[in-house]
C-alpha cells in the first residue's frame, strides 16, 4: 500500500544519467577515477619538488616535452572531459521519452553549473596569484 497522497502522475522521474554503472559517461565511478588522476597530475611538479627534490624551474630547458604534456592536460584535460562528456550526453538523452529528457536535462544542467562555479573560483584564485607574484616581483 502506498502512503504517498501524490498520485504517480505527478511524481517526477528520477535521474538516471549519473547512476549508470561500469567505465563510461554518466557513472561516478569513473569521474572519480578521472578527477583524482586529473589532480595528480596537476599536483605531480609540486609533489615531485616536494618529496624527489627535483627542481621544476629546470623543467623547461631540461623536459621541454614533459612540461608541455603537463601544461596541456592540467589546461585542457577539464574542458575536453566536459565537451565528450556533453556530445556523449546529448546522444543519450535524445533517446529517451519527452518527460524523462527535460528532467535528465535539468540535472545535468546543475551539476554542469557547479563545475563552472568550482572552475570559475579557481582561475580567480589564480588571478590573485598572479597578481601577489607580480607584485612580489616588482618590490
Request: aromatic share 12%; hydrophobic share 50%; charged share 15%.
Amino acid at each position: 500500500m502506498n502512503d504517498d497522497p501524490t498520485p504517480d502522475s505527478l511524481v517526477e522521474p528520477t535521474p538516471q544519467w549519473y547512476r549508470q554503472h561500469g567505465w563510461r559517461f554518466g557513472s561516478m565511478h569513473l569521474h572519480v577515477t578521472a578527477s583524482i588522476i586529473h589532480v595528480a597530475i596537476c599536483l605531480a611538479p609540486l609533489l615531485f619538488g616536494l618529496v624527489g627534490g627535483l627542481q621544476i624551474s629546470s623543467w623547461p630547458k631540461d623536459r621541454l616535452w614533459l612540461i608541455l604534456l603537463w601544461v596541456g592536460v592540467a589546461a585542457l584535460g577539464y574542458p575536453t572531459w566536459a565537451w565528450v562528456e556533453t556530445m556523449v550526453f546529448e546522444r543519450w538523452v535524445r533517446k529517451l521519452p519527452e518527460p524523462q529528457r527535460k528532467v535528465e536535462r535539468a540535472h545535468y544542467q546543475l551539476h554542469v553549473g557547479m563545475a563552472k562555479n568550482f572552475w570559475q573560483a579557481v582561475m580567480e584564485i589564480y588571478k590573485v596569484a598572479g597578481l601577489i607574484g607580480i607584485g612580489i616581483a616588482l618590490k
